[in-house]
């Protein structure tokens, strides 16, 4: 099978399949003057993805407007980022991540604090945890949400049945904080916790 090739689906124009050994599911980005992209993971045909991705037209329909804005107009002018204390972030979040661990009998093997522009927290197939300084600015409940999100990642490697299942026992309705953390923007980000230079969306903030 090729590395890559551009489909033309219907109400959405051409779309860039690509395979990413580095990806663990289906992954679309928006960007501006390149278009729709879809990180296809190993395993896993383009016919396949293809058909994965028609629940979604809408959610990319909805983006590509936006992004066709921005090709005319250029990129909003986005709010500058707060200034934070790194060195206080790392420090409470590696707590946090190392109390949450404990608690309810996870292990990991090294966790990196760092500002990022595009994702909340990330799980490496090897568990070791990112998690973005900037939660430190979030509440707390949000916080830990994230935390526990990427310690059920060291144990179910994807994002189906079993691993909500996980996540809610530990912090009740994990859907619904999902959903609240949607309204949260990275600081210094747009559209969603993307830069106007990174994807204008993607379908998920963590990994």
């Given at each position: 099978m090729p590395s890559s090739a551009t489909i033309d689906i219907e109400g959405i124009g051409p779309v860039l399949f690509e395979t990413s050994r580095r990806a663990k599911h289906l992954s679309i980005s928006i960007r501006?003057?390149?278009?729709?992209?879809?990180?296809?993971p190993r395993g896993i045909s383009f016919a396949k993805a293809e058909k994965l991705i028609e629940g979604k037209l809408g959610w990319i329909k909805k983006?590509?407007?936006?992004?066709?804005?921005?090709?005319?107009?250029?990129p909003p002018e986005l709010p500058p980022a707060p200034s934070i204390d790194r060195e206080a972030?790392?420090?409470?979040?590696?707590?946090?991540?190392?109390?949450l661990a404990a608690l309810h009998g996870f292990t990991y093997s090294r966790v990196t604090i760092r500002c990022q522009k595009t994702r909340w927290?990330?799980?490496?197939?090897k568990n070791a945890i990112s998690l973005n300084a900037y939660l430190t600015l979030l509440p707390g409940h949000?916080?830990?949400?994230?935390?526990?999100?990427?310690?059920?990642?060291?144990?179910?490697k994807n994002h189906g049945p079993r691993f909500w299942e996980a996540l809610d026992r530990l912090c009740g309705n994990a859907r619904a904080l999902r959903k609240e953390m949607r309204g949260h923007s990275i600081p210094g980000t747009a559209?969603?916790?993307?830069?106007?230079?990174?994807?204008?969306?993607?379908?998920?903030?963590?990994?």
């Open positions: 501006p003057f390149k278009g729709v992209r879809v990180a296809v983006h590509l407007a936006r992004l066709r804005r921005i090709e005319r107009n250029g972030a790392r420090r409470h979040l590696t707590a946090r991540l190392a109390e927290g990330s799980c490496s197939a949000l916080a830990d949400y994230v935390i526990l999100h990427e310690l059920v990642h060291t144990r179910v559209a969603g916790n993307q830069s106007a230079n990174e994807p204008v969306r993607q379908l998920s903030l963590f990994e």
